[in-house]
Antibody
């Protein structure tokens, strides 16, 4: 079965760090751009950032709201992407989803999400 | 950044009747390859977003043909020919032309 599974969410204090994982199964992530998208409770979808594939030098891009605090990486040998979140703020509280751009523009596989709560 | 604006905010629809959602972008989404980089997603409560339409008008695999997308440049539309109960949820458009990718604010479709 083709799927993405996010993990690593939890409760963290403001200023803390978390690393989320996005593991692919049933297909290879290696040729795809991986995206992270988040959704605060009762709010809309917000793109967090992306990492492109090796042919595009693993280039990354981020939303302004997380630039300088979040870092996306990937390990194609493990078929997994990561979202390192540092200096977390209460407004980073959300469900975090990963997806990938199959064939460059088809984002039809999404994980079920992992919940991050930032609170003291 | 490209700003995406959806309307209406809420759309009550009688089952079996059509529905239409508008999405406008602050810049053209037309790539040099001739494709418009515009997706439509449906999110039902407690679920992940589901891709309905990509490249403005291509239905994703398994999506019923009552869903269709149209438009080019800055104006796009998602049409549902006959609403079914399972179509209830929040619809989002998203531009994928350039980073940062941006979503519209969402349109809540409900049964009238």
């Amino acid at each position: 079965e083709v799927q993405l599974v996010e993990s690593g969410g939890g409760l963290v204090q403001p200023g803390g760090s978390l690393r989320l994982s996005c593991a692919a199964s049933g297909f290879s992530l290696s040729g795809s751009t991986v995206h992270w998208v988040r959704q605060a409770s009762g709010k809309g979808l917000e793109w967090v950032g992306q990492i492109r594939d090796k042919y595009n030098t693993y280039a990354t891009a981020y939303a302004a709201s997380v630039e300088g605090r979040f870092t996306i990486s990937r390990d194609d040998s493990k078929n997994t992407a990561y979202l390192q979140m540092n200096s977390l703020k209460t407004e980073d509280t959300a469900v975090y989803y990963c997806t990938h751009s199959r064939s460059g523009y088809v984002r039809d596989v999404w994980g079920k999400g992992t919940t991050v709560s930032v609170s003291s | 950044d490209i700003v995406m604006t959806q309307s209406p905010l809420s759309l009550p629809v009688t089952p079996g009747e059509p529905a239409s959602i508008s999405c406008r972008s602050s810049q053209s989404l037309l790539h040099s390859n001739g494709y418009n980089y515009l997706d439509w997603y449906l999110q039902t409560p407690g679920q992940s977003p589901q891709l309905l339409i990509y490249l403005s008008s291509t239905r994703a695999s398994g999506v019923p043909d009552r869903f269709s997308g149209s438009g080019s440049g800055t104006d796009f539309t998602l049409n549902i020919t006959r609403l079914e109960a399972e179509d209830v949820g929040i619809y989002y458009c998203m531009q994928a032309l350039q980073a940062p990718l941006t979503f519209g604010g969402g349109t809540r479709v409900e049964i009238k």
